[in-house]
């Protein structure tokens, strides 16, 4: 073991490109797995903020509606209804809560601040379905429902373009025509992988420009019905006008248990089926989506693992091809380890030990390699990495595998050599 | 003649310490069969001091391989410390050499790498001695070849005397049966190569038994016997005193 170190040092530059190989092998193989995991945990958490529990259903504008906008004028009615919402809530046993939701793009006013908001019409047990919490106050009653009243709920975000010093709770913001009092304030909505990158792209282009959302305001969703309609007017250019209506753009199933989520599933599917005749709605499952994800990144991981295996498997030939041409440079010393009772076994021993003090010195440097690039990764690419564990438990074991593997077949070859003719060699 | 020895010969008593009995040994060159050691027989008794002289081609070389157990004779008997060891396999013919083989080589073979001491180490760490014992009796074996106050210098920084003498304390390492000097002063300049000389016979003087191979006449006088190959026999076999 001395030896082999000393034999190791006598040869630095050799033996730092030759470990080199295998730093870079583990690092690539730490690296590639920490980005892997670190993307497939924010993909994961942003599904999961979805709610894994959930079923959502949304109005989408059928296909043939989009064809039919060359006429002049014309009415479109689609979506979910709330005669849906009640099919749900009666054919769904199963389900805890079931939270219809209109929106309107709308825009705030407090005093002389204006911000564009968008209005959601909901129900008291929104909070169930969402990450949102509340903050301060209170959320919406089943009181304010029933009697429609002019209340609201506003989120961080408005909070923070409307009232910038002034106590919001209390204070009227008013909404088209109308005044609301807030009564509570509310989380902002954590953005999920969709809207995160509308969001990026709105801030690249527009962010001071008022099309940006400030945040959301929930109102009870008679109120919203009552004020607002259901009608919705576009002017679409040369083509004319178009009007919609909508009566409700999101419903929320949330179910009591995991296994619920797909049965409940197909149920709203084959109710959907046969109530709408356009194909208006879709249906979102984030448990599917989050299955699905996993499955992708397993996939992504594995690619990623291959081609820092490969990396690693070139270092791995790298050592083989070193070790080899040192055994023939010492073919003598060999011959004289043998003449001097060396048995075979001896001297495979002390190559492969000096193979495998290669490759686990190359091994801990290639971890410590590893775990910085991520950091890296993460402060210049703005790019989440995890690293667990076991890729560093694995690529450890690799290396030392690598070790092994390559190292056996040299010190194999030198441990055959004949004596003699080995103590012949010059 | 050595006396032929018994078939079952009674070391002990005798004090033979190695026994060829009718050793022979080819080498097959393509349908060519080479005889190079034809019927060699041949008694060691403890304490001999012998020198095998002989032409080049003569089979000098092939006997040192075969009594160092790094050959094996193709047939006939050999036998080493009362142990045959024609038939032994890789692994037992290289613990017989640590054991009760020391080598001394023309051209020294010290392992450059290392200094004095862990060269002398080397036969003791492969019989399994512990560090704390080989380095003491590195210590004890440089002393006694005259190189105890240069044990940690390296092999390259020594004359060529002096690496020979590390190489035969090397040899002494493991208490050897016999000490193997394959042209001991080959390589040395005639002064050293008399110190070496001088050194080899004062192992004689404490006992242990020696063989040389030389081709120089003035080597072998200092031993007390010799024999001469020539093509594959012992042609001549004579005592010096």
Not at chain 1, 93 to 122: C, F, H, L, M, S
Not at chain 1, 258 to 266: A, E, G, H, I, N
Not at chain 2, 105 to 119: A, C, G, K, T, Y
Not at chain 2, 206 to 217: A, M, N, P, S, Y
Request: charged content about 20%.
């Amino acid at each position: 073991m001395k030896l082999g170190i000393k034999s190791l040092w006598l040869h630095r530059l050799r033996s730092t490109l030759t470990a080199l190989g295998i730093i870079f092998g583990v690092s690539s193989v730490i690296a590639m797995l920490a980005i892997g995991e670190g993307a497939s945990r924010t993909a994961m958490e942003q599904i999961a903020r979805l709610g894994s529990l959930n079923i959502i259903v949304k109005t989408v504008q059928p296909p043939e509606d989009q064809q039919a906008t060359g006429q002049q004028q014309s009415l479109q009615e689609y979506g979910l209804t709330y005669k849906d919402a009640e099919r749900f809530r009666n054919s769904i046993p199963d389900a805890e809560v079931i939270v219809p939701i209109r929106r309107v793009a709308q825009q705030a006013w407090y005093r002389n601040r204006k911000v564009p908001i968008e209005v959601i019409g909901t129900v008291p047990w929104h909070l169930e379905t969402s990450p949102i919490r509340l903050i301060l106050g209170r959320f919406l009653t089943s009181a304010d429902l029933d009697y429609k009243q002019d209340i609201c709920v506003i989120d961080g975000g408005i909070v923070e373009r409307l009232f910038a010093l002034d106590d919001p709770i209390g204070q009227y913001v008013k909404i088209a025509s109308d005044y609301y009092t807030v009564v509570g304030i509310v989380s902002s909505q954590p953005s999920t992988a969709a809207s995160n990158q509308q969001e990026k792209q709105e801030t690249d282009s527009s962010k001071a420009k008022a099309g940006a959302n400030a945040g959301n305001i929930y109102i009870p969703l008679t109120t919203v019905k009552n004020r607002f309609g259901e009608m919705s007017m576009q002017i679409s250019g040369s083509t004319g006008r178009k009007i919609e209506k909508v009566e409700l753009q999101e419903i929320i199933v949330k179910v009591t248990n995991v296994d619920l989520v797909l049965p409940t599933r197909d149920i709203l599917a084959t109710l959907l089926e046969r109530f709408h005749k356009k194909n208006d709605y879709q249906i979102i499952v984030p448990l599917e989506l989050l299955q699905q994800a996993k499955r992708t990144q397993r996939i992504f991981s594995i690619v990623l693992g291959s081609i820092a295996a490969i990396s690693l498997l070139v270092g791995g030939i790298g050592i083989m091809n070193i070790m080899l041409a040192t055994v023939s440079e010492r073919t003598r010393e060999i011959g004289i380890r043998r003449a001097l009772g060396a048995r075979k076994k001896d001297i495979i021993f002390q190559f492969l030990s000096e193979t495998l003090l290669l490759t686990f010195a190359g091994g801990a440097l290639g971890i410590v390699l590893g775990c910085t690039i991520p950091f890296f990764v993460t402060h210049f690419g703005k790019m989440p990495t995890v690293i667990t564990g076991t890729s560093l438990l694995l690529s450890f074991g690799i290396s030392g595998a690598v070790g092994i593997i390559f190292g056996l077949y040299p010190a194999y070859r030198a441990a055959n050599m004949d004596p003699i003719e080995s103590l012949r060699h010059e | 003649m050595a006396q032929p020895p018994d078939k079952h010969p009674d070391f002990t008593a005798d004090g033979a310490i190695l026994v060829f009995d009718k050793l022979c040994k080819n080498y097959q060159l393509g349908a060519f069969e080479l005889k190079v050691l034809q019927e060699i027989d041949l008694v060691i008794r403890k304490g001999d001091y012998l020198a095998v002289m002989g032409p080049s081609g003569s089979g000098k070389s092939t006997l040192l391989n075969i009594i160092g157990c790094l050959d094996r004779p193709t047939s006939g008997k050999y036998f080493l410390g009362g142990q045959d060891v024609s038939l032994l396999e890789d692994n037992d013919l290289s613990a017989i050499r640590g054991r009760h083989v020391g080598f001394v080589f023309q051209s020294f073979n010290l392992i450059s790498q290392l200094n004095i001491i862990e060269n002398i180490e080397i036969p003791m760490f492969y019989q399994g001695f512990s560090e704390h014992q080989s380095s003491a009796r590195a210590q004890e074996l440089a002393e006694l070849v005259g190189l105890g106050d240069r044990t940690r210098h390296r092999p390259s920084e020594l004359s060529g005397g002096q690496q020979q003498r590390v190489a035969i304390a090397r040899a002494l390492a493991n208490d050897p049966l016999i000490v193997l000097a394959d042209e001991p002063t080959g390589n040395l300049d005639s002064q050293s190569g008399k110190e070496i000389l001088a050194l080899l016979d004062n192992l004689c003087e404490r006992g242990k038994t020696l063989i040389v191979i030389t081709h120089d006449e003035n080597i072998a006088h200092h031993a007390q016997r010799q024999i001469r190959l020539l093509d594959g026999r012992i042609e001549k076999e004579w005592y010096n005193r």
